[in-house]
């Protein structure tokens, strides 16, 4: 299949995602064009199946706002000529699915039909797109798009109580591509760079916005140091970064708390982490959970949105109300203070996080893309 995919290609769940998907499905032959404002950072274009075409938007003094939405839709439109693409798979809906939907129409003027599958990934539903401003728009596209699908069971629910949703929600789990994991990464001689024998690597990796409840994360560490040797890694970047940095010197841990910013290396960072922090307020998945649990990493989460459906309660970590810091740090010494106990989470780890293999989830795209084209 020819397939378009349109993501943001920022640091970010959706973003990874796609990509992730855009390359595993060039890996099974189909040819993956990439469309967005800039290579996604994921992406590293040396397969002869994987295509990236950017969206300019040129600068107009007159414009406020810059047109993204109608550089991108006319993107679409001549890259699905020029290459004669057979699909549009957009995540994200906003505003990637009103452009998609805007696409689909002027193709459709010119004789051409191309499906749009929609991926709802989270906070396009929860928080930005649940906005008045934005909703009908948003709701008008979803209801347009020829499939949609969401991240888990919770944001499907989610979708369908905050907006009047006419059609079908496939919910279609984040993956993870376990393979990856054989790399040479756990070299001691780095994993004592971070924290010396004996001390417990707890980390945290985001995109510090304050749905992702940092100070939170802060204060469980905080906890956990006053009983057991340990150092926190703050992997990524964002608005709550610097009140985060100010909150360790007033807790007088900064010198256990290494802040990295965004990283490329991620899978480095998780082989020598013991535990995973992501207490956030909402989260329609968690990917950065399953990422760290790929590597054998247990996770302490907060049980909000689909993170009961990929971090296991007392099996693969332990979750807790949003906002329960004791109970989280209390969850947390569990794990980490015994050996025996905490090679038992990590194996649960790396057991839950299975079920996520990409090769069990990507037939069910495939297929979908597949009944998509067929219908068209
Ligand atoms: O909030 C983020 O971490 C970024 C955001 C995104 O779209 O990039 O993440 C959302 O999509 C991810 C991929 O599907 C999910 O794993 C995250 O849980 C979701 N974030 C929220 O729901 C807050």
New binding site residues.
Partial sequence: MKIAIVC?P?F??????ATELGLELARRGHEIHFITYSQPVRLALLDANVHYHEVNVPEYPLFHYQPYELALSSKLVDMVKLYKIELLHV??AIPHAYAGYMAKQMLKDEGIEIPMVT?L????I??VGNHPFYKPAVTFSINKSDVVTS??QS?KEDTLKLFDIKKEIVVIP?FIELDNNKIDTVTPCFRSALAKDGERIITHI??F?K??RIPDVIKIFYMIQKEIPAKLLMVGDGPEKEKAENLCQELGIAHKVIFFGNSNEIDRILSYSDLFLLP???????????EAMAWSVPVISSNS???PEVNLNGFSGYLSNVGDIEGMAANALKIVKEDVVLNQFKHNALETANKFDIKKILPLYEDLYQKAINNT
């Avoid at 990934?121 to 396009?124: E, K």
């Fill in positions: 943001y920022t970010g769940g959706s973003g990874v995602v995540h994200y991926t990934h989270g906070t396009d929860t928080l991240v888990s944001l984040n985001s995109n916005r749905v992702k956030s307020e909402t989260e329609s998945f968690g990917l950065a959970a399953l949105g689909g993170l």
